[in-house]
């Protein structure tokens, strides 16, 4: 005869037998056999849950097929409900593990949101060669553990990084903003300006980097598909010069953003130096900051290097930074002033791949894309 646990009786749960009597009670003090009526029940429940549903084949998603399912105006959208769903305690994102290997890292990063009933994790390894940053998403069912997608991830990681930063943009950038100032014109860098574009009204935009002919194709490029003034300057202080939103998204390891270059009121998206020896943004622009948010304090304190790298001298300590979860849930002003200067240091959070691959697994298979996977 089959038994299970009857949940419904909470302070002296019962095994009882399947649509008969009950039979023994069990302390919640006897935790072996409390533990085994758990198990048992949860065993039984999930095979009749599986008898009585579809069973869906997961997806697998390429990086084309992402690009096309996740538009910057929604991602944003899902990563502020992931901030806010993180803010209520929903969500469990854990920090990136870096495995180092012979010829590079293995990369390592998971988060579940009970909130939209997903868990999942993004891996790649780094050895430097061509192909070798090749990064997948795996994403689960929060109540079944069933597997819902194989998704390639370089899309997806590059969109979603930007989106965050426009969660940020949106809290804690003026009303008003638009002047924006980007250094470095990179794979991220297109994102990153895309996602400020869309959530303020952006006039104009200066972009500089180290090589002349990449500044010149990120302003030809950026012009055209964001239908806003972009123009190559020949210093990261003419660039950053009347800023409303200074972009930062580089990998150098010193700074390429002097505070004294920054107008008041103006807010950082710094979003590159997600390594503790890497930094993109010197002293002056950390304390001129009337407001300091993260990503995520955990992760911050192992990768951000902008913050890492004053805590020994005394001019930051880690209960000046504040998480963007409590900026969404508005615990913490993100703007206190016209005048203020605010600081988002993006690290990049599993949550927000979890977040974004769910609304592209969602996406498929309402409109039939993606290969089905024969398990």
Not at 26 to 43: E, F, G, K, N, Q
Not at 196 to 204: E, G, L, Q
Not at 222 to 236: F, G, I, T
Request: proline share 3%.
């Amino acid at each position: 005869m089959d038994y299970f646990l009857d949940i419904k009786l909470v302070e002296c749960p019962l095994i009882v037998a399947k649509g008969c009597h009950f039979l023994a009670p069990i302390p919640r003090d006897s935790t072996v056999l409390y533990l085994a009526a758990v198990r048992a029940w949860t065993r039984i429940a999930y095979q009749e849950r599986r008898e009585h549903q579809e069973i869906d084949m997961a997806l697998f998603l390429n990086d084309q097929e992402v690009a096309q399912l996740l538009p910057m105006g929604e991602c944003i959208d899902v990563l502020d409900k992931a901030f806010a769903d993180a803010g209520e305690g929903k969500v469990d994102n854990r920090p990136r593990n870096r495995i180092r290997m012979p010829g590079g890292f293995f990369h390592f990063m998971t988060a579940s949101n009970a909130g939209q009933g997903v868990f999942g994790y993004k891996a790649y390894p780094s050895f430097g060669g061509p192909g070798s940053a090749k990064m997948i998403v795996m994403l689960y069912d929060y109540e079944t553990g069933g597997l819902l997608s194989c998704m390639e991830a370089g899309r997806l990681g590059q969109i979603r990084t930007g989106a965050a930063s426009g969660v940020a943009t949106k809290y804690m950038a003026k009303e008003d903003a638009a002047i924006v100032a980007v250094i470095g014109s990179g794979f991220q860098a297109r994102t990153q300006l895309e996602a400020v574009c869309s959530v303020r009204d952006i006039k104009a935009v200066k972009v500089f980097s180290r090589r002349e002919e990449r500044r010149e194709e990120f302003a030809k490029r950026s012009s055209e598909s964001l239908n806003v003034e972009v123009k190559a300057v020949d210093s990261a202080q003419e660039c950053v010069g009347g800023a409303d939103v200074v972009i930062v998204i580089t990998s150098a390891r010193e700074p390429a953003l002097l505070g004294e270059w920054l107008s008041p009121g103006a807010h950082i998206n710094a979003a590159g130096g997600n390594h503790w020896m890497r930094r993109e943004i010197d002293e002056e622009a950390v304390l001129r900051s009337e407001v300091i948010v993260v990503d995520d304090l955990d992760q911050a304190k192992i990768e951000c290097g902008d913050l890492l790298w004053l805590e020994p001298r005394g001019s930051f300590r880690w209960d000046m930074a504040k998480e963007l979860q409590d900026v969404v849930a508005g615990r913490v002003q993100g703007r206190p002033s016209a005048n203020s200067i605010t600081l988002f240091e993006s690290m990049g959070l599993a949550l927000e791949d979890i977040a974004a691959a769910q609304l592209v697994y969602t996406k498929a298979k309402e409109q039939g894309i993606g290969e089905k996977l024969p398990f």
